[in-house]
């Protein structure tokens, strides 16, 4: 079940307000709980009774080095338990691509009887595996006191709107709210009029613009108006896409009482690769950087060593992407530009310059076409095409595939995408990318030009969506 389907809009969520908002307050944390695994379970309940055990499992040994007065144990306690989440994901998700390549090197390209079956990759598995190492590392840490009952920390993490696909959250985020939240008519309009702007991202954004990657990267040897159209559509729908659904998730949250950090603040307004990665899958860059980054030493052993930490968080925040070689690339080729920009002290917080955006964004694009790209072959292919070595125009014999709909829609993409401060303002749409500072939009006022354009937006995209099959977002792969 997906957020942009029939059946969710239709049945799903209508049904779990309405049995929420009906529940007595102490039992709603169950009824989460409850409701996010018959979410979850209506893929595979196998896969749900996964996500359980690992719950358990993270949320005893939260327990566990908690309760453990001799310190000198709560370190061999929480190194087992990350390995063990960490074995988890590996199998899951780099057993099949490590199978493949041993049977290509050393068995002519036929597999192995051991590797005969296909693991098939659990959804939203590597969100929770980084929700349930967060939770016992800061328990370990003592930054956080352990969940008070089993039942909130099980809500926490299978909590359906930021389940499949984040944003990355910490239970510290969240703690507070399960035990007291506020329920208001404010509070749930806001999330509604989120929930319905982020649907029209998703459904008459990015899914409108998904035919032109498409077919740009499917095209052998593209020329360059070819190459540049598939690389920027493709930057555009992942954008929408997967803003898209962090904006429902932050919607979905709010209705219910909760407030989620935001996952986006224009990165495609960027002027440095620094300030994109503050801009962009925000949860993510935070959870890379307190726990990975500053644990490899951050900035605090030496400028080489500094670099060094830089490149290796972004390569590991590529292979969290999946097992190719192409995530591999992408982080490191982000993580060499944060290395260069660092040396030369640029500042994320630099006034905003029309040569350093457009250097920028070609950055970001050349790194997206690694990132679509099925292997390096493709993707040099098209990048080999950006550079004009095969081609200038656009061929008759795939011109057919680019619609005048999808041009339009790139177009106004392209305006939405970089004109969204400016948006923000005139509608009246405030960021909680801080929690702390949450409390100044719990009563959030919506204004005439807000809930008129949600409406009108989420009844276009609704009936695109009966219209049209629905389609998955792009990060359910991760």
């Known amino acids: 079940m ?10 799903y969520l209508p049904v779990f307000l309405a049995l929420y908002y009906l529940c007595p307050q102490r039992y709603r944390s169950y009824f989460i709980f409850v409701g996010s695994y018959v979410f979850y379970a209506w893929w595979r309940i196998d896969f749900a009774l996964l996500m359980l055990a690992t719950t358990a499992f ?27 989440n960490l074995a988890l994901l590996l199998y899951f ?24 079956p296909h693991v098939i990759l659990p959804i939203g598995i590597s969100f929770y595996i980084f929700h349930n ?12 006191e352990p969940s008070r009952t089993f039942v909130d920390y099980a809500a926490f993490i299978a ?28 509070k749930f309009n806001y999330g509604a009029t989120r929930f319905m702007t982020g649907l029209a991202k998703k459904v008459l954004i990015a899914d409108s613009i998904a035919p032109i990657a498409d077919a740009a990267f499917a095209i052998p040897n593209p020329t360059m108006a070819e190459s540049w159209l598939g690389a920027i559509a493709y930057t555009l729908q992942l954008y929408f ?32 690769i620094t300030e994109f990665w503050r801009r962009w899958h925000i949860s993510l860059s935070n959870w890379l950087r307190d726990y990975l980054y500053i644990p490899l030493g951050g900035s605090r052993k030496g400028v080489a060593r500094t670099y060094f930490n830089l490149a290796a968080t972004m390569v590991l925040g590529g292979l969290w992407h999946g097992a190719n070689t192409t995530f591999l690339v992408w982080g490191a080729w982000h993580g060499i530009w944060l290395a260069i920009e660092r040396y030369f002290n640029v500042s994320p917080k630099a006034p905003f310059r029309v040569s350093r955006w457009l250097f920028t964004m070609l950055l970001v694009i050349i790194g997206w076409v690694f990132f679509r790209a099925a292997n390096m072959t493709e993707a040099l292919d098209v990048l080999s095409g950006m550079a004009g070595l095969q081609g200038f125009a656009l061929r008759s014999d795939y011109a ?4 005048n709909f999808s041009f339009v829609v790139m177009i106004l993409g392209a305006v939405i995408a970089v ?3 400016a948006l923000r303002r005139y509608f009246a749409l405030p960021m909680t990318v801080d929690l702390v500072k949450a409390k100044e939009i719990d009563r959030p006022r919506i204004t005439r030009a807000m809930s008129v354009a949600a409406v009108v937006l989420g009844v276009l995209a609704i009936v695109k969506l009966v219209a049209d099959s629905d389609t998955p977002f792009l990060y359910f792969q991760f």
């Open 400 to 403: 057919w595939q680019f619609t």
């Open 133 to 144: 190492l967060s939770y016992i590392i800061d328990v370990y840490r003592r930054d956080l």
């Open 93 to 116: 998700k780099y057993f099949n691509f490590f199978a493949d390549s041993a049977a290509q090197l050393f068995n002519r390209g036929e597999a192995y009887s051991w590797s005969l």
């Open 58 to 84: 993270n949320y005893y040994v939260a327990m566990m080095i908690h309760r453990t007065l001799d310190q000198k144990w709560c370190k061999p306690i929480l190194i087992g338990a990350i390995i063990g």
């Open 241 to 272: 896409d997967f803003s898209g659904y962090s904006s429902m998730a932050i919607g979905l949250g709010m209705m219910v009482g909760f407030y989620f950090v935001e996952n986006f603040d224009a990165p495609y307004r960027s002027n440095s």
């Open 2 to 11: 997906v957020f942009s389907s029939v059946i969710f809009i239709f049945v």
């Open 419 to 421: 004109g969204e401060p």
């Open 159 to 186: 909590f359906f709107p930021h389940q499949i696909a984040g944003p990355v959250l910490r239970f510290h985020d969240l703690a507070e709210q399960f035990y007291h939240r506020e329920h208001n008519w404010s």
